[in-house]
């Protein structure tokens, strides 16, 4: 099991802009994906961004050319850089991440999330 904190969330103004950070901890053999998801109260989770071990990335189409997601692998931190945002931005932000790990002489793959982080867009 990976173990992901995220940080970086908070009330911004419409239009300002927030970086939020994801440190994945364990013992990590691969992180093959990892990604930034958010919800509002009575809506499912959806995804905002993701990137690939090969640095792939995917994006909503509601955050394209708003938001850039970007990793290190060395320190296996993910970040989202969230620009211009907007009131509908408001959301609890999760960190996902679908990674293996070592287990025992052999490795296992499983899908992680952090606890989530607040960011509220408004005036």
């Known amino acids: 099991q990976v173990q992901l904190v995220e940080s970086g969330g908070g009330l911004v103004q419409p239009g300002g802009s927030l970086r939020l950070s994801c440190a994945a901890s364990?013992?990590?053999?691969?992180?093959?994906?990892i990604g930034w998801y958010r919800q509002t109260p009575g809506k499912q989770r959806e995804l905002v961004a993701s990137i690939t071990s090969g640095g792939r990335t995917n994006y909503a189409d509601s955050v394209k050319d708003r938001f850039t997601i970007s990793r290190d692998n060395a320190k296996n931190t993910v970040y989202l850089q969230m620009n211009s945002l907007k009131p509908e931005d408001t959301a609890v932000y999760y960190c996902n991440a679908d990674a293996s790990t070592y287990y025992g002489a052999n490795y296992r793959r499983g899908n992680s999330w952090g606890q989530g982080t607040q960011v509220t867009v408004s005036s």
């Open positions: 364990g013992s990590i053999f691969s992180i093959h994906a």
